[in-house]
């Protein structure tokens, strides 16, 4: 039986949304710790429940039961306190999609270290930023000969750095974690005294992508994992037994959110595909194969799944579909309802939280919207002046931390007093998200405060722009942006990556900003309409609309006389 009723003051299930948002509260359990107080109580209440079916792109497939989970990450922690990991060391994992990835998390957490997760991604000097930052002790890393080679490169300014240890293929240098784990016994009692973890101890670190400067460093404590219990039950919909896939490298925030935590309170099994790289069709077919139940991607991923033809995959165990990670536009919410008759359930959250906003349950869903608030914050919409703002208004979104913190929002910034006070300045947590709420109690997002577009005494929000250019055939991505002009302030530029077939030119431009008068005010038009072979990005795959913006410094960008 799923454990997340334990954790709930009210335990029954709620009628709707108004009933959660009123009813769902968390109790404070003491010492909470995942590993034991979750994973190992499985194994003692239902043995053998399953808790991950992990496939990759060689053929090979692994069944792990909770029972399995708990044996072996019992013997990493035993093997890691051999090496001198102890409680409060950092250990960044890179991993990819790797099964050992979960053992090791686990690891950790029994040990009272706090856990790192990195993309295979990175490069010499972002790791060396990482190491030098969070002054981590190892680094765990999958037999990726080109981002070893990186980490290497990385070592000669990272004194932190005692040892190198490779999951796969051996490497000079390198621990070899396979061979040195099986040589200890699968023994590790929960740690007592000094070495006992504490609800406020640190447990998990994240680097966040950033659009600009360097990244930040979001810190979570053991409680963390409960608060998303909202994210997976009543977001995600996950069955007690079910199988679900969030599709989501290891080194990134949204794997806690959609790969481990809320999904195992919850009693649903997790379906890990290590793919060397995207493919839709594959993904449909994972789908259809082991009957996946519940699934969760970000919208670029749904717009390469509308693009095939979806009647050919059984697709029809699956009880809810999700996204998060950018603004879902309504273009692809209808064809994919058009083509499946299923809905897709949007939520949005960051780095530093688990689920603010959400469709949650069977709410009726207004396509384009992020929903409606997380019963776990007190969420309001405000100006510059911390005011709040009339339903329809633009402003910053807040959580509100002045009755209590949150459980699952970050503990602080690690190692940086300044941007934890400004993040928490005025009793509550500013997102940086600008958004309007509806009377309905729906909220839409803007977009960053950095990237409104103010021109003609207007704000114009980028993602409104995109939302339209992206329902044009010849539109595959593209960035919407503004540039200084004498008369209007700035001026909309639409930066545009082509669907194949289609080729850049005069008449293309032309016809893009006729589309797009006849879809929404002229004011919104964009006067600028750059086509680029691709969008530049963060490593996790946001658009980085500022390098646009620093890129358009100084450039004579030519409106068009349209």
């Known amino acids: 039986m799923a454990l997340y009723h334990e954790f709930l003051t009210d335990d029954r299930d709620f009628k709707d949304y108004d009933d959660l948002k009123a009813n769902c509260r968390f109790k404070t359990p003491e010492n909470f710790n995942f590993a034991y107080d979750i994973v190992d109580r499985y194994t003692i209440t239902e043995p053998g429940k399953r808790a991950m079916v992990w496939i990759d792109d060689n053929g090979e497939e692994k069944t792990f039961t909770f029972e399995d989970i708990s044996r072996e990450s019992k013997r990493v922690a035993y093997y890691f306190t051999t090496l001198g990991i102890k409680k409060g060391d950092a250990v960044m994992l890179m991993l990819r999609r790797r099964y050992e990835w979960w053992w090791i998390m686990m690891a950790l957490h029994r040990i009272g270290a706090i856990a790192v997760p990195a993309t295979t991604q990175l490069l010499e000097h972002d790791i060396e930023y990482r190491n030098n930052a969070a002054e981590i002790k190892m680094i765990v890393a999958c037999d990726m000969p080109e981002l070893q080679l990186e980490v290497e490169k990385a070592m000669a300014k990272s004194p932190s750095v005692k040892m190198l240890m490779t999951v796969g293929q051996k490497r000079d240098g390198w621990i070899d974690f396979h061979e040195e784990v099986a040589k200890y016994s699968p023994e590790f009692p929960r740690p007592v005294g000094d070495n006992a973890t504490h609800n406020e101890d640190p447990m998990l670190l994240y680097f966040t992508s950033g659009t600009s400067g360097y990244p930040k460093m979001v810190l979570h404590n053991f409680l963390y994992p409960i608060g998303h219990i909202v994210t997976a039950k009543y977001w995600h919909g996950v069955l007690d037994n079910g199988l679900h896939l969030t599709i989501a490298e290891t080194g990134w925030a949204k794997s806690t959110w959609g790969k481990l935590y809320g999904q195992w309170i919850c009693g649903s099994a997790q379906f890990v595909y290590d793919m060397n790289s995207f493919r839709p069709d594959k993904v449909l077919k994972m789908i259809a194969q082991y009957g996946l139940t519940t699934f969760c991607a970000p919208p ?263």
Not at 355 to 376: A, L
Not at 379 to 397: I, S
Not at 429 to 440: A, E, F, K, R, S
Request: charged share 25%; with cysteine; glycine share 10%.
């Open 300 to 562: 670029t991923v749904y717009r390469y799944l509308i693009r095939q033809d979806l009647s050919k995959y059984d697709m029809s165990k699956v009880v809810r579909f999700s996204t998060a990670g950018e603004a879902l536009n309504g273009a692809v919410y209808d064809k994919f309802i058009e083509q499946t008759g299923k809905k897709i359930y949007e939520g949005y959250g960051q780095t530093e939280s688990t689920i603010i906003c959400g469709n949650f349950m069977d709410t009726p869903i207004k396509p384009g919207s992020m929903g409606r608030p997380s019963p776990q914050y007190d969420v309001e919409v405000v100006n510059a002046n911390g005011k709040a703002v009339p339903n329809g208004e633009v402003g910053e979104l807040v959580i509100h931390v002045d009755k209590g913190h949150p459980f699952g929002l970050l503990t602080g910034y690690y190692k940086d007093v300044t941007l934890t006070a400004n993040a928490f300045d005025g009793g509550v947590y500013h997102t940086g998200d600008t958004v309007t709420m509806d009377d309905d109690g729906y909220v839409w997002f803007v977009g960053r405060k950095d990237d409104i577009i103010k021109s003609s005494g207007y704000r114009i929000s980028p993602f409104e722009v995109e939302s339209v250019l992206q329902k044009h055939p010849a539109v595959l991505e593209c960035a919407v942006t503004g540039v200084p002009d004498e008369q209007r302030g700035q001026a909309v530029k639409a930066t545009i990556v082509l669907s194949q077939g289609y080729k850049p030119g005069r008449e293309l431009e032309v016809e893009l900003f006729d589309y797009v008068k006849h879809e929404t005010a002229l004011y919104k038009c964009p006067r600028i309409i750059e086509f680029v072979e691709e969008l530049p990005k963060t490593i996790s795959g946001k658009i980085r609309r500022v390098e646009i913006r620093e890129k358009d410094k100084g450039v004579d960008n030519v409106k068009q006389d349209f």
